[in-house]
């Protein structure tokens, strides 16, 4: 028979995981998602960048990816960062090599609960925000 001492450090252990997962779950949905649309019949390849303002420059970064689109496609990503408010850098290379656009963006969360940025990819090569 096991003893006392026992039965309670698995308890405690089993409390503790399912805590752990409870929290995971809560943290995933106060994250930003990103999405970008291509309205266009070439493929694009956009890099973007969030970077948090009230960080020194080293541990400014946040998150930072490269999406590549396929004409009249979307490619999304859940959960970059963690909601806030960030400067938002991004380019973007038709068929991966010409530069049709670079600039930034302000993201600031609306508090709705489903933070996404959207970006669409216009004839243009141009990024546009939703």
């Keep these: 028979m096991p003893s006392r001492r026992a039965v309670l450090g698995a ?3 089993a ?8 929290s995971r779950l809560s ?3 106060e994250r930003v998602g990103l999405t970008v649309f291509n309205q266009t ?3 694009y390849t956009v890099e973007i960048g969030f970077f948090d303002d009230d960080a020194p420059e080293p541990a400014a970064r946040a998150y930072e990816s490269a999406l590549d689109v396929g004409p009249g496609g979307e490619a999304a990503r859940d959960a970059v960062a963690e ?3 960030y400067l938002v850098r991004y380019r973007a290379y038709e068929d991966g090599s010409r530069l049709t656009d670079q600039g930034n963006v302000h993201f600031v969360p609306d508090g709705d ?4 940025l959207t970006f669409d990819v ?3 090569g141009v990024l546009t925000t939703r």
């Design 41 to 43: 019949d070439a493929t």
């Design 83 to 85: 909601v806030g408010r």
């Design 122 to 124: 216009r004839e243009s």
């Design 15 to 22: 409390a503790v995981g399912s805590l752990g997962g409870c």
């Design 27 to 29: 943290s995933d949905a």
């Design 11 to 13: 308890v405690g252990v």
């Design 113 to 116: 609960g489903s933070e996404r």
